[in-house]
């Protein structure tokens, strides 16, 4: 077991008592082979977890609504699980539950995403974050009984992931245009594409293809993204022209959270995210609660744009943790 800080610290040796407060019989059949996804609870866990893991690797995606990368994290494994063909599950347990907690302690998750694969009854590997689809590739096909997975639309939309973060967005557009060209529906490759496109200063084109995605796919993170990048561009462009004035005023009286709010916006819109991100986090230290938490809400709408891997998402999501648990 690879223990790299992406991994979880340790794998339970044993999941003893765990069928008793199941509520499962021992004996009890496994899922059906044709639902390899699915949401299941402490009440489900051995029959679809423990007892269909003796059949083929069990991938438990533990998650909860308000963690946002696990909205990266958990499309990629489903994408991923489809293109096994049947050789392996997905199970996703929401810790967010409270009847789900004894099982996350038995676990010891300790931060969210975690994910825990499953063979023979036995948890056998693990890693915590969202980790690059390569990774999660490459992490599965390790498993046994696994085997190599096909997916040539995953590898085009990585490297367009990774142009958009060097800001290559003509590389990035054609990047998410091939994975495009073999998954027409592909929703990681949409949002990738409409967000180069934002990029490239081409909003309508970016629109369209936003306002075509299917309403059960709105908040895919990749959509997210791109939507809150189009919003911050439209609100920056209105208030970039304004930076001098705005400094000023924030300068005479430090407490107009107002006026520093829309310095941050300006400050975005004219390119300079990380000063953008300063100003808010200044806010939220003097007063998280004003005006319905709106600096905080600014900043999640950043890192939504940037996205959960980017050095300095990583970094503000930190600073705003201290000042939150403070």
């Known amino acids: 077991m690879d223990l790299s800080p992406k991994s979880p610290a340790s794998l339970p040796g044993s999941l003893t008592g765990l069928t008793a407060a199941a509520g499962t019989a021992p004996g009890a059949a496994p899922a059906a082979a044709a639902d390899l996804i699915r949401d299941a609870d402490i009440t489900t866990f051995m029959e679809d977890v423990v007892q269909a893991s003796m059949k083929q690797p069990v991938l438990v995606d533990f998650w909860a609504p308000w963690c946002g990368p696990c909205k990266q994290l958990t499309p990629a494994l489903e994408k991923l699980v489809k293109a096994a063909n049947g050789k392996l599950r997905l199970v996703k347990i929401n810790v967010d539950d409270p009847k789900n907690q004894p099982l996350a302690q038995q676990l010891r998750i300790q931060s969210i995403p975690a994910v825990y694969a499953f063979s023979q009854g036995q948890p056998v590997d693990g890693f915590v974050g969202a980790l690059p689809e390569s990774q999660l590739k490459k992490f599965v096909e390790g498993l046994p009984g696994a085997g190599a997975i096909e997916d040539t639309a995953a590898e085009a939309i990585e490297a367009g992931k990774a142009a958009l973060g060097n800001q290559a967005?003509?590389?990035?557009?054609?990047?998410?245009?091939?994975?495009?060209?073999?998954?027409?529906?592909?929703?990681?490759?949409?949002?990738?594409?409409?967000?180069?496109?934002?990029?490239?200063?081409?909003?309508?084109?970016?629109?369209?293809?936003?306002?075509?995605?299917?309403?059960?796919?709105?908040?895919?993170?990749?959509?997210?993204?791109?939507?809150?990048?189009?919003?911050?561009?439209?609100?920056?462009?209105?208030?970039?022209?304004?930076?001098?004035?705005?400094?000023?005023?924030?300068?005479?009286?430090?407490?107009?959270?107002?006026?520093?709010?829309?310095?941050?916006?300006?400050?975005?819109?004219?390119?300079?995210?990380?000063?953008?991100?300063?100003?808010?986090?200044?806010?939220?230290?003097?007063?998280?609660?004003?005006?319905?938490?709106?600096?905080?809400?600014?900043?999640?709408?950043?890192?939504?744009?940037?996205?959960?891997?980017?050095?300095?998402?990583?970094?503000?999501?930190?600073?705003?943790?201290?000042?939150?648990?403070?």
């Open 169 to 326: 967005w003509e590389d990035a557009a054609t990047a998410f245009s091939t994975a495009l060209g073999t998954e027409p529906e592909n929703i990681s490759a949409l949002g990738g594409l409409a967000r180069a496109l934002i990029g490239m200063g081409e909003i309508e084109g970016a629109k369209e293809i936003l306002a075509d995605i299917p309403p059960e796919k709105a908040e895919h993170a990749d959509v997210v993204a791109a939507r809150s990048a189009l919003e911050l561009l439209e609100a920056g462009s209105q208030a970039a022209g304004n930076l001098k004035p705005l400094e000023a005023a924030v300068a005479a009286n430090p407490n107009d959270h107002q006026a520093r709010l829309d310095y941050a916006v300006a400050l975005h819109g004219a390119g300079q995210a990380e000063a953008a991100i300063d100003q808010l986090l200044d806010i939220v230290k003097r007063d998280r609660k004003w005006n319905e938490e709106a600096a905080r809400k600014q900043l999640v709408k950043i890192f939504e744009a940037m996205g959960p891997m980017d050095p300095v998402v990583v970094d503000a999501r930190r600073r705003l943790s201290s000042i939150l648990f403070a």
